[in-house]
T-cell receptor
Framework: DVKVTQSSRYLVKRTGEKVFLECVQD?????MFWYRQDPGLGLRLIYF???????EKGDIPEGYSVSREKKERFSLILESASTNQTSMYLC?????????????FGDGTRLSIL | AQSVTQLDSQVPVFEEAPVELRCNYS??????LFWYVQYPNQGLQLLLK??????LVKGINGFEAEFNKSQTSFHLRKPSVHISDTAEYFC????????????FGKGTTLSVSS
């Protein structure tokens, strides 16, 4: 089975801090994604990546950046955390092969910014 | 751009009753469709997917969904639900303009009571 591991289940940070959320997948998938999930809004795509050192903006990239130095790892960075970034963050991966490939999700990181 | 509408935000049902969770998508072009389930404090798990072929798709845990191109719908059904089916359900469509990224609906919370 595909395993997508997010480094923290719960995280509490302060306003203005630089925050790193880490995600690792063990199935050699080319594609990786970061979403945020908020009640009543579903999942919204922040950034995604098709390959090492490659990134594409999703629907809500403002206030975030990403890093993909190795194929298995995709990091989400909050440059200067703000309270409106309090949310559940979900990482996902999928193999290459087109739009018919389902995504595999980690268990999420619940981030609170105080 | 693609969009996905889940018509009910909450669906309460009694155990052993049938259930239908409704999903409509916006695009008239070829699409791939997915249903995911999220149990409390977990990530998303793939229930089923429609790629092509038969319009009736069977998934895990006794769920099935029917693709209706003329109605642009992909409703999820189960003939008899269990308490353990209590979860949030997300419909998703692949967005051909964003590579392999998925567009998610806002989710439907299924609450099964005895």
């Amino acid at each position: 089975d595909v395993k997508v591991t997010q480094s923290s289940r719960y995280l509490v940070k302060r306003t203005g801090e630089k925050v790193f959320l880490e995600c690792v997948q063990d199935m050699d998938h080319e594609n990786m994604f970061w979403y945020r999930q908020d009640p009543g809004l579903g999942l919204r795509l922040i950034y995604f990546s098709y390959d090492v050192k490659m990134k594409e903006k999703g629907d809500i990239p403002e206030g975030y950046s990403v890093s993909r130095e190795k194929k298995e790892r995709f990091s989400l960075i909050l440059e200067s955390a703000s309270t409106n970034q309090t949310s559940m963050y979900l990482c996902a991966s999928s193999p290459s092969g087109g739009r018919n490939q389902p995504q595999h999700f980690g268990d999420g990181t619940r981030l609170s910014i105080l | 751009a693609q969009s996905v509408t889940q018509l009910d935000s909450q669906v309460p049902v009694f155990e052993e009753a049938p259930v239908e969770l409704r999903c409509n998508y916006s695009s008239s072009v070829s699409v791939y469709l997915f249903w995911y389930v999220q149990y409390p404090n977990q990530g998303l798990q793939l229930l089923l997917k429609y790629l092509s072929g038969s319009t009736l798709v069977k998934g895990i845990n006794g769920f099935e969904a029917e693709f209706n191109k003329s109605q642009t719908s992909f409703h999820l059904r189960k003939p008899s639900v269990h308490i353990s089916d209590t979860a949030e359900y997300f419909c998703a469509v692949s967005d051909h303009q964003a590579g392999t990224a998925l567009i998610f609906g806002k989710g439907t919370t299924l609450s099964v009571s005895s």
